[in-house]
């Protein structure tokens, strides 16, 4: 499979953990962006990486909230102290540097906090 | 600040009708357009994407449409099938022209089409 992958698909875990997600891009993309998404609603910006370098980072993203891409390849999502209102799909894409290229979605990951 | 709003919330159809999603952005200065299909508890695919210099494009029974001036898009699907059963989402990116693009999504319309 030559998509975009994410691990772990489902994560459950209590309030107050920390919990960190990974996702791998499609190979020759240089670009990479991390999304939310709670039920009903579209995805919502968080942060995105142009090769290693994080380029925009969203409001939503608190300081409880890292990413990082340390190679320009895979990048992980950290979130430290979760709370219940950090309950969501968190998705990652990952594109070209090109205007008119589309972005590749993975599959996910839902994470639920107790 | 772009905004994205779909109508309706939420649709269901008999199979086989031909039906149409609506978006609309309220800063029409865009570079392209994306629909994209979410299936329950997935990522999102990438359906059709138009340029800023294009009215449509098609694919398959899909056909989107793109009015810049009046900030509005519309995603046409014919003949209507129960696999189409899924979240529409339409999408724009918040930078304009620039190279960055990051995309804003409207919370999508979901449609159930019935055997």
């Known amino acids: 499979d030559t998509g975009v992958s994410q691990d772990p698909r489902h994560k459950i875990t209590k309030r107050g953990q920390n919990v960190t997600f990974r996702c791998d891009p499609i190979?020759?993309?240089?670009?990479l962006y991390w999304y939310r998404q709670t039920l009903g609603q579209g995805p919502e910006f968080l942060t995105y990486?142009?090769?290693?370098?994080?380029?925009?980072k969203s409001r939503l993203l608190s300081d409880r909230f890292s990413a990082e891409r340390p190679k320009g390849s895979f990048s992980t999502l950290e979130i430290q102290r979760t709370e219940q209102g950090d309950s969501a799909m968190y998705l990652c894409?990952?594109?070209?540097?090109?205007?008119?290229?589309?972005?590749?979605f993975g599959p996910g990951t839902r994470l639920l906090v107790l | 600040k772009q905004e994205v709003t779909q109508i309706p919330a939420a649709l269901s159809v008999p199979e086989g009708e031909n039906l149409v999603l609506n978006c609309s952005f309220t800063?029409?200065?865009?570079?392209?357009l994306q629909w994209f299909r979410q299936d329950p508890g997935k990522g999102l695919t990438s359906l059709l994407l138009?340029?800023?210099?294009?009215r449509e494009q098609t694919s398959g029974r899909l056909n989107a449409s793109l009015d810049k001036s009046s900030g509005r898009s519309t995603l046409y699907i014919a003949a209507s099938q129960p696999g189409d059963s899924a979240t529409y989402l339409c999408?724009?990116?918040?930078?304009?022209?620039?190279?960055?693009?990051?995309?804003?999504f409207g919370s999508g319309t979901r449609l159930s089409i019935r055997p």
């Open positions: 894409a990952s594109s070209l540097e090109d205007r008119q290229e589309t972005q590749y």
């Open positions: 190979s020759e993309h240089n670009r």
């Open positions: 990486f142009q090769n290693e370098a994080q380029l925009e």
């Open positions: 800063d029409s200065a865009i570079y392209n």
């Open positions: 138009i340029q800023s210099s294009q």
């Open positions: 999408a724009v990116p918040t930078s304009g022209y620039s190279s960055a693009s990051k995309i804003i």
